[in-house]
């Protein structure tokens, strides 16, 4: 009887401490909540101009298929839209986005209206898509693809040209604000060679494709530009959490404060 009583004593004990563990412990992207931090904009910031770059949407390139079978085209163009009004909402910007509605628009004529307004940043808006990819219903009689192996944001910059520094900062300043607010920053493991991971800010990484194959929107734009993927389409739980409103609001404010950081010139912090 008493073996049965320290036993439960011990078990008790045990369950307890574990309770408390797993309280204290902040559960990780894509299970952890996110933290809505605003944008610290300093004195004299004025008005900044901000294209925002659906991705994809371009003739014959619609992007990836998320693990719902969602074009990656219409997941960009509704978060660049929502994200548009929230900048604007902050006094703080003037935004154009590169693409509406169902219109296709090749790239160049993107970088041309952005060079011609002129925008003091170009934000290209996407997701990834990683891991090895296997079939699943999300619901009956439909099959997508999905993974659950690499999840998180990347930021993709490159270090082509006298414009570099200031892409580097801007890409910093989006990792750091996008890992302060609880998104997840990828590690990089299914970039091999293509991209190099940066040493000062996780999830920011500098294009190494061969000099022809550089991703265009990284180096062209006369200003800082940099793509944002924001999660890994084929992961079902990062797609859904980026259908919740609550993400995409917290991804606004982050943006809000890379950006005040960032064409502030002040380091991410
Ligand atoms: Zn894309």
Excluded at 33 to 58: E, M, S, T
Excluded at 66 to 75: P, V
Excluded at 216 to 228: C, D, E, G, T
């Amino acid at each position: 009887m008493r073996k049965i009583a320290a036993f439960g004593l011990v078990a008790g004990l045990v369950l307890s401490s574990w309770a408390i563990a797993r309280a204290l412990t902040p559960a990780v992207w894509p299970e952890a909540r996110l933290r809505a931090l605003p944008g610290d904009f300093p004195p004299g910031f004025g008005v900044r101009r901000v294209v925002l770059d659906p991705g994809h949407g371009a003739p014959g390139n619609s992007g990836n298929k998320n693990a719902f079978c969602r074009d990656e085209q219409s997941f960009t163009l509704e978060l660049a839209e929502e994200l548009a009004s929230a900048l604007a909402q902050t006094g703080h910007f003037e935004v154009k986005l590169t693409r509406r509605g169902s219109e296709l628009t090749p790239y160049a004529e993107r970088i041309r209206s952005a060079d011609a307004w002129p925008a003091d940043v170009f934000l290209s808006l996407h997701s990834d898509v990683r891991g090895k990819a296997e079939p699943w219903q999300p619901e009956p009689n439909v099959t997508c693809t999905r993974s659950r192996a690499a999840p998180g944001f990347s930021i993709l910059w490159s270090d082509q040209g006298d414009r570099a520094a200031a892409r580097l900062g801007m890409a910093r300043a989006f990792g750091h604000a996008l890992e302060a607010a609880g998104f997840l920053p990828y590690a990089g493991a299914d970039y091999h060679a293509a991209y190099a991971p940066d040493d000062a800010q996780r999830g920011v990484f500098v294009d190494r494709h061969a000099p022809s194959e550089r991703i265009f929107v990284l180096w062209r734009p006369a200003m800082p530009s940099i793509i944002v993927e924001t999660h890994n389409a084929l992961d079902d739980r990062e797609a859904q959490r980026w259908n919740e409103r609550e993400t995409r609001a917290a991804f606004a404010l982050a943006v809000q404060r890379a950006l005040a950081q960032a064409l502030d010139g002040r380091p991410a912090q």
